[in-house]
T-cell receptor, first 119, second 110 residues
Framework: GAGVSQSPSNKVTEKGKDVELRCDPI?????LYWYRQSLGQGLEFLIY????????KSGLPSDRFSAERTGGSVSTLTIQRTQQEDSAVYLC?????????????????FGPGTRLTVL | DAKTTQPNSMESNEEEPVHLPCNHS???????IHWYRQLPSQGPEYVIH???SNVNNRMASLAIAEDRKSSTLILHRATLRDAAVYYC???????????FGAGTTVTVRA
């Protein structure tokens, strides 16, 4: 079946411009996550959506970052007034649920990521 | 968050087993041990997870020490496709966030 897809795969932008990154999760997955991974760094949590609950935005690094998830499916991560330190790979993941002990709850399926370069 | 310690890198020959150690001496009673891997230019991929007992699946085996302060991911017969960064993490079942450190970079020689 189709996995998580993200677009664009690469984005080069100038400092100060706004960018939108898109994520299409696996159909039926209620949980959706955004992470970012800087060069040589680990995974950094950004935001979490679960069904109709209020999203957990605790990982967003500044108010220039925002995300929405429409109709419980597609999600868009928006970065306003991009800075050079925003350069990273932005990863989206989805899972059947967010928490629980079973693999079906735990396994997060990741997309290929969007590589953002801010010049 | 409880932390894990992994070697920076490991090398293996194709068709040979690979044993990836992970130390987690501050693990709590509710923490599950998870392994993900990330192939070059791809997103992370779930490998396996367990609590106390050893676990097996089609990708790997997870051996957990009796005191749970360490674990080992075992790739039974390494292939070139197994060359990746392997991450060992601890997760509470109620915590949905993943947080990776540097992981272990596995190189497989043909």
């Amino acid at each position: 079946g189709a996995g998580v897809s993200q677009s664009p795969s690469n984005k080069v932008t100038e400092k100060g411009k706004d960018v939108e990154l898109r994520c299409d999760p696996i159909s039926g997955h209620t949980a959706l996550y955004w992470y970012r991974q800087s060069l040589g760094q680990g995974l950094e949590f950004l935001i979490y959506f679960q069904g109709n609950s209020a999203p957990d935005k605790s990982g967003l690094p500044s108010d220039r970052f925002s995300a929405e998830r429409t109709g419980g499916s597609v999600s868009t991560l928006t970065i306003q007034r991009t800075q050079q330190e925003d350069s990273a790979v932005y990863l989206c993941a989805s899972s059947p649920r967010g928490t629980g002990t079973l693999r079906s709850y735990n396994e997060q399926f990741f997309g290929p990521g969007t590589r953002l370069t801010v010049l | 968050d409880a932390k894990t310690t992994q070697p920076n890198s490991m090398e293996s020959n194709e068709e040979e087993p690979v044993h990836l150690p992970c130390n987690h001496s501050t693990i709590s009673g509710t923490d599950y041990i998870h392994w993900y891997r990330q192939l070059p230019s791809q997103g992370p991929e779930y490998v396996i997870h367990g609590l106390t007992s050893n676990v097996n699946n089609r990708m790997a085996s997870l051996a957990i020490a009796e005191d749970r302060k360490s674990s080992t991911l075992i790739l039974h017969r390494a292939t070139l496709r197994d060359a990746a960064v392997y991450y060992c993490i601890l997760r509470d079942p109620n915590d949905y966030k993943l947080s990776f450190g540097a992981g272990t970079t596995v190189t497989v020689r043909a």
